[in-house]
């Protein structure tokens, strides 16, 4: 296989959430395959422009809070002044809410599955109908999590949220994979990020997690870069309705 299978030049891609963590480090791992950025973030990425742009390509800020979805349309549209449209989606904002599920509020529930299921699956729709109208190829990438293919403990809302999105990307590919569109999804297991800040600083839990992980570390930001740009490229054009776990081993224990 040629390295120009992952060459991403001259193609553009919607990063939601990547001011920080996980998003942060695909953003940077599709930039240095050559990617323009359209980062869609609450606060300014300055941090992420910044590395971004260090590596030679086009980078695009979107304000756009996506715990409902009237950002959405302006989100491709500034995409398609910019840079022409998007070739790629990485639905990566997320948020988690903790608490015993008998003590859950409704609240946690909804806001947790407006941001992680709700809006993905509305910019996912938009990014599907620009691509069709426009006849280009698309690419979503979808995080799901380790909690796509297990319960968890404390977090329903989250779980809900990330077994839809397992589900959902297997429906978006059986729709859309004859219309041009890859749609996949990430599986990251456990990554120091703020997302695991809470399980990082209990002793006990921290302990119990890092023993199961064969890789025997946390993984970080930068690991989903690889696995980000291969589902980017031109590399995985036959994959279709996938989640990829990029977990250090833990689903293998
Ligand atoms: P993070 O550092 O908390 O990043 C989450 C990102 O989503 C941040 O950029 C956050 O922006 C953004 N976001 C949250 N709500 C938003 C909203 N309403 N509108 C726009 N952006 C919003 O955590 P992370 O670990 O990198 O999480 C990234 C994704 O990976 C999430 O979908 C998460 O569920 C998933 N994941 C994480 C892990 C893990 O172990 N860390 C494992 C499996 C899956 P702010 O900075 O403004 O809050």
Redesign the pocket.
Known sequence: MSASFFDLSGKTAVV??????????MALGLAAAGCNIVA????A?EETQRRVEALGVGFLAVD?????TAPIDDILAQAEARFGGADILV??????RRADSLEFTEQDWDEVL???LK?LFFLSQAFARACIDGQRRGKIIN?????SFQGGIRVPS?TA??SG?LGLTRLMANEWAARGINVNAI??????????EA?RHDPERSREILGRIPAGR??G?EDLAGAAVFLASSASDYVHGHTLAVDGGWLAR
């Open positions: 939601t959430g990547c001011n920080t963590g996980l998003g942060q480090g869609v973030n609450r606060r990425p756009a809070d996506l715990a409902s639905n990566n904002a997320g948020i988690i407006d941001v992680n809006s995080i799901a999590s380790m909690l989250y949220s990330k999105v599986a990251p297991g456990y990554m120091a990020t703020n997302n695991t399980l946390w993984g930001p």
